[in-house]
C-alpha cells in the first residue's frame, strides 16, 4: 500500500511535470488524449516538419546508382538506394502509361524551353526549379511548415517557398489547374482529410519519371502521433494513367532544433542559365554591374 | 494613322539602369512586341492557357488562301482574370473570337492582345462568356 | 437615406464576416462612377468609427488576420507642386482618387499592351481606396527620398556607365529585371511602392495583382504575396536573427506586439534584392514595419527604411491598406515564364545583336 502511493505519487509528478512541459512548449493551448490541441480541440500540426526518405529519386523502392554527370558529381550526385513509400511496392501502371513513365525516365534531365505549349513533354519538373506538386512536396528532402488555423491550413514549403492553402471552411471547387492543386480540407476526429484536385498535369512524382494528369485525385490523410510525429498518407487516383487507386505513406518528422526555422530556397537564378543559354538568351551578367 | 510611341522604346532600354523613382515595370513589354505591327485576327479557340504572370489564347485563324495558322495571343495576368470570374471553362476551345494587337517582334505568330472580343462585339473577358457556353464544362 | 442604410447594413454584413470572407472573389468592376463611389463610402464609413477595438485571435493576439491590398495611387514621393500640403482635404482626396482611377482606366490607343481593364489589371478593379496623404513617404517631412549618399551616387553612376558597356547582346541577367525573371514578386520587404496616377497604364498607375494576406498562429505571422506567389515567416518568440552572412531576397524577419501593433524587423537581404528599387540599395538595408488594424476593414501600415550605404538619413512611409475578398491563387511565374523568353528576344532584334538561328 506504501509502495503503490508512492508509486502514484511519482508517477502524478511524472504526468504533471509532462503536462507542464507541453504547456511551455506550446503557449497558450491545452493537452488532451496525448496530443497537444489547438483552441478548437483539434490536433496541433502547427510547427516545422521534414519527411526522411529518397522518395524524392524513386517512390518505388530502388538500389544506389551513380546520378548523371558522375564524372562532375562523383558521390555528390549520386542515388542513395530506398525502400520506396508506395504500399505494395509497384505502381498500377496502365501498360501504355507504363511507356510514357519510362520515357519520362529517359529524358529527365532534358531542358528544352521554347514560347511554345508544348514545352512541358520533356523532363523532371524539379530540375527546372518548378513547382513540386503534391504529394511530392511532402517528401522533398527540405523542411515544411504548417500554419493551423480553424478555418484554413496553410503549408509553406521550403523548396522554392511553394504554398498551398488546405481550405477548411468555407470551400470552394478548383477555380483554375495549378501546379500544387487545389486542398479541401476537413477533420475526421484527430486524422486531417485532404481531397486534392485541380492540378494542371505537369508535376511529376520523383525524379524517375513517375506522373500523373490533371486528372488527378489525391485524397491525403494527416494523423499526429504524438507531438513530434505526423504520419502521412495519401490515396491517389488517375484514370488516365492507373488501373487502380494506390497509397503511399510514411512517417514525417518534427524539426527540433531550437530556433529552427525555414530558409530561402529560391532557385529560379541557378536553373536560368540551364534554360536559357540554348535559346542565345542567356549572357552571364558584366562582372562590374549588379 | 497611328503614332508610335517612342517613349515605350525607351522605356524598354531604360529598364537596365537603376531609377530614382521605383520601376512600376510589370514587364518590359513594348520590347517582346512590335508597335509598328498592328493586327486585327479572328478564329477559334484551340487552346487557353491561364497561367500567370500572363494569360496565353491559341487560335487558329484562316487565310484568304484557305489556309490555316495558329496564332498564340497574349493577355492579362490569370490571378485578375479569375477576380472577373474567369474560370477554365469560360473560353471554351472552338469559341470564335476576334482580337486586336501587335505582333512580336520576333515574326512568329504570336500577338499581345489589346482585347479579346467575341464575334457580337463583347469583350470577352469582361465577365462575358461564349456563345453556346454553358460555363460548366470541364475541358478534359 | 436608402443609401446610408445600406451603409450601415453593409457594414453590418462586413463586420459579421468572418475573417476566411466569402467563398467565391467578388467581380471586379467595370465601371468607374461606381468603383469610385464603393471606395470613398467605405473609407468614409470606416473613418466614421469610433470606439472600435479590434478583435484578437483565439490565442488573444491583434487579429489581423485577412487579404489585403498593396495597390495605392498615392505616389512614394510627394509631387513637387504639392511641396508643403502632406495633407488633402477630404474633397481633394476625392478628387485625386477620381482623377486617377479615371486615367488609369483609359486606354492609350498607341500602348503596344493591354487594354488592361478588360484583363482587371487596374488597381481601382482590385479595391484601392482614396488617401488623405499627398505622399506614402511621411519622413522626411518634405516627403521626398533624402538624399543619396555620395557612395549611392558613385555605385548609380558605375551601373549606368557597366549598363551601357554591357555585353552587347542584351540576355536573361543583363536586361530581364528581377520580376520579368520570375525571381522576385513585385511587392515583398516593402509591401508598398506607391503609384504614379495620371501615368498610362502600361506603366502600372497604381500597382497589379496587389493582393496580399496576412496569416496568423500562435508564435508566427505569415504574409503572402500574390505576385510570384511569395512568402515571408515572422517569427514572434524572440530568437536572435540570422548570422550576418546569411542573405535572403526577401531578408529575415522578427517580429513582436507593442500594444496593438505588430512590429517586423527584417535584415539581411542579399545584395540584388533592392537593386531594382529605390534606386540601387545594398544589402545592408534595414526595414521596420508596423501593422495596426484602425478598422474593421483597414490596416495601417508603415515602414522605415535605413541603409546607411544609399541615403543620408533613413526615410518612413505608409498606407492604409483596404480589405479584400479571398482567395489568393497560385502564381507559378517561372514554371511557364514565355514572358522572358520574347521579352529578351525582341530587345535583341531591337538592339540588332540577335544572331540568325
Do not use: K, M
Given at each position: 500500500m506504501h509502495i503503490r502511493r508512492k508509486a502514484l505519487m511519482a508517477a502524478a509528478a511524472v504526468v504533471a511535470v509532462a503536462v507542464l512541459w507541453f504547456a511551455a512548449t506550446v503557449p497558450g493551448q491545452g493537452q488532451a488524449g496525448g496530443l497537444t490541441r489547438t483552441e478548437d480541440g483539434r490536433p496541433n500540426l502547427n510547427g516545422i516538419w521534414q519527411s526522411v526518405t529518397t522518395a524524392n529519386w524513386d517512390i518505388e523502392a530502388h538500389h544506389a546508382e551513380a546520378g548523371p554527370h558522375p564524372e562532375i558529381m562523383g558521390a555528390w550526385g549520386a542515388q542513395p538506394g530506398g525502400m520506396g513509400i508506395v504500399e505494395g511496392g509497384t505502381i498500377p501502371y496502365k501498360p501504355e502509361a507504363l511507356e510514357r513513365k519510362k520515357e519520362n525516365f529517359k529524358n529527365r534531365m532534358v531542358v528544352k524551353v521554347t514560347n511554345?505549349?508544348?514545352?512541358?513533354?520533356?523532363?523532371?519538373p524539379e530540375l527546372q526549379c518548378y513547382r513540386p506538386g503534391v504529394p511530392r512536396a511532402n517528401y522533398m528532402p527540405f523542411p515544411f511548415q504548417i500554419f493551423q488555423n480553424r478555418d484554413q491550413i496553410l503549408i509553406v514549403y521550403e523548396y522554392k517557398g511553394s504554398m498551398r492553402h488546405i481550405y477548411i471552411d468555407p470551400q470552394m471547387e478548383a477555380p483554375v489547374d495549378s501546379w500544387m492543386g487545389w486542398s479541401n480540407g476537413k477533420w475526421e476526429g484527430d486524422t486531417l482529410v485532404v481531397d486534392v484536385r485541380g492540378f494542371?498535369?505537369?508535376?511529376?512524382?520523383?525524379?524517375?519519371?513517375?506522373y500523373a494528369t490533371d486528372a488527378a485525385h489525391i485524397v491525403e490523410r494527416w494523423t499526429l502521433r504524438g507531438p513530434d510525429h505526423l504520419m502521412y498518407e495519401a490515396t491517389i487516383e488517375d484514370p488516365n494513367v492507373y488501373t487502380r487507386p494506390w497509397k503511399i505513406s510514411f512517417p514525417i518528422y518534427r524539426r527540433l532544433e531550437p530556433n529552427v526555422q525555414l530558409m530561402e530556397f529560391n532557385c529560379v537564378p541557378f536553373v536560368e542559365e540551364m534554360m536559357y543559354a540554348p535559346l542565345g538568351l542567356y549572357h552571364p551578367p558584366d562582372r562590374s554591374t549588379r | 494613322m497611328r503614332t508610335t510611341v517612342k517613349i515605350l522604346g525607351i522605356i524598354a532600354v531604360l529598364g537596365v539602369l537603376p531609377a530614382?523613382?521605383?520601376?512600376?515595370?510589370?514587364?518590359?513589354f513594348a520590347a517582346a512586341f512590335d508597335e509598328t505591327k498592328p493586327i486585327n485576327l479572328q478564329g477559334t479557340v484551340t487552346k487557353v492557357e491561364l497561367v500567370n504572370p500572363h494569360s496565353w489564347v491559341w487560335i487558329d485563324v484562316k487565310g484568304a488562301d484557305g489556309a490555316t495558322t495558329n496564332w498564340g495571343l497574349e493577355g492579362g495576368p490569370p490571378v485578375n482574370l479569375f477576380r472577373n470570374g474567369v474560370t477554365k471553362a469560360s473560353l471554351p476551345v472552338g469559341s470564335e473570337i476576334k482580337i486586336f494587337g501587335y505582333q512580336a517582334k520576333s515574326g512568329e505568330n504570336k500577338a499581345v492582345a489589346v482585347f479579346f472580343e467575341y464575334p457580337d462585339g463583347r469583350k470577352v473577358f469582361m465577365g462575358g462568356s461564349a456563345p453556346g457556353a454553358d460555363g460548366k464544362g470541364q475541358n478534359r | 437615406m436608402a443609401a446610408s442604410a445600406l451603409m450601415v447594413a453593409g457594414m453590418a454584413v462586413v463586420l459579421a464576416q468572418?475573417?476566411?470572407?466569402?467563398?467565391a472573389p467578388e467581380r471586379s468592376p467595370f465601371n468607374t462612377d461606381e468603383a469610385i463611389k464603393k471606395a470613398a463610402d467605405r473609407t468614409r464609413a470606416e473613418a466614421a468609427l469610433k470606439n472600435w477595438t479590434v478583435s484578437r485571435t483565439p490565442w488573444g493576439d491583434p487579429d489581423l488576420r485577412g487579404y489585403w491590398l498593396l495597390a495605392t495611387y498615392t505616389p512614394l514621393e510627394r509631387p513637387a507642386e504639392l511641396a508643403d500640403k502632406p495633407f488633402y482635404t477630404e474633397e481633394e482626396a476625392l478628387a485625386a482618387f477620381k482623377k486617377a482611377v479615371e486615367s488609369d482606366s483609359e486606354v492609350d490607343p498607341r500602348t503596344v499592351h493591354y487594354d488592361w481593364k478588360e484583363f482587371g489589371m487596374d488597381a481601382w478593379q482590385a479595391g484601392a481606396t482614396p488617401n488623405?496623404?499627398?505622399?506614402?513617404?511621411?519622413?522626411p517631412p518634405d516627403g521626398r527620398l533624402p538624399p543619396w549618399t555620395p557612395e549611392a551616387q558613385q555605385r548609380r553612376a558605375a551601373a549606368a556607365a557597366a549598363a551601357r558597356a554591357r555585353n552587347p547582346a542584351a540576355g536573361i541577367r543583363t536586361f530581364g529585371n528581377l520580376y520579368t525573371r520570375c525571381v522576385l514578386g513585385l511587392y515583398g520587404a516593402p509591401l508598398i511602392r506607391g503609384g504614379a496616377p495620371g501615368a498610362t497604364a502600361a506603366s502600372a498607375a497604381a500597382g497589379v495583382s496587389a493582393e496580399s494576406q496576412l496569416v496568423q498562429t500562435p508564435g508566427y505571422v505569415v504574409i503572402l504575396l500574390q505576385t510570384n506567389s511569395e512568402v515571408r515567416i515572422i517569427p514572434l518568440d524572440g530568437r536572435p536573427p540570422l548570422p550576418n552572412n546569411v542573405r535572403h531576397w526577401l531578408g529575415d524577419s522578427r517580429g513582436r506586439w507593442e500594444g496593438d501593433t505588430l512590429v517586423v524587423e527584417t535584415a539581411n537581404f542579399?545584395?540584388?534584392?533592392?537593386?531594382?528599387?529605390?534606386?540601387g540599395a545594398t544589402g545592408a538595408l534595414r526595414l521596420v514595419e508596423r501593422f495596426t488594424r484602425i478598422g474593421p476593414n483597414t490596416l495601417r501600415y508603415q515602414y522605415t527604411i535605413t541603409d546607411p550605404n544609399t541615403w543620408t538619413r533613413p526615410f518612413s512611409a505608409e498606407a492604409p491598406l483596404p480589405r479584400i475578398d479571398p482567395p489568393l491563387y497560385e502564381f507559378a511565374c517561372h514554371e511557364q515564364n514565355y514572358g522572358v523568353i520574347n521579352v529578351v528576344t525582341g530587345t535583341q532584334i531591337s538592339e540588332g545583336s540577335r544572331k540568325a538561328r
Open positions: 511554345d505549349p508544348s514545352r512541358f513533354d520533356y523532363g523532371d494542371n498535369g505537369h508535376t511529376w512524382f520523383d525524379r524517375a519519371g513517375n | 530614382a523613382a521605383p520601376i512600376h515595370a510589370h514587364h518590359s | 468572418a475573417p476566411s470572407g466569402t467563398a488623405l496623404r499627398t505622399s506614402l513617404i511621411v519622413d542579399n545584395e540584388l534584392s533592392h537593386s531594382r528599387n529605390f534606386g
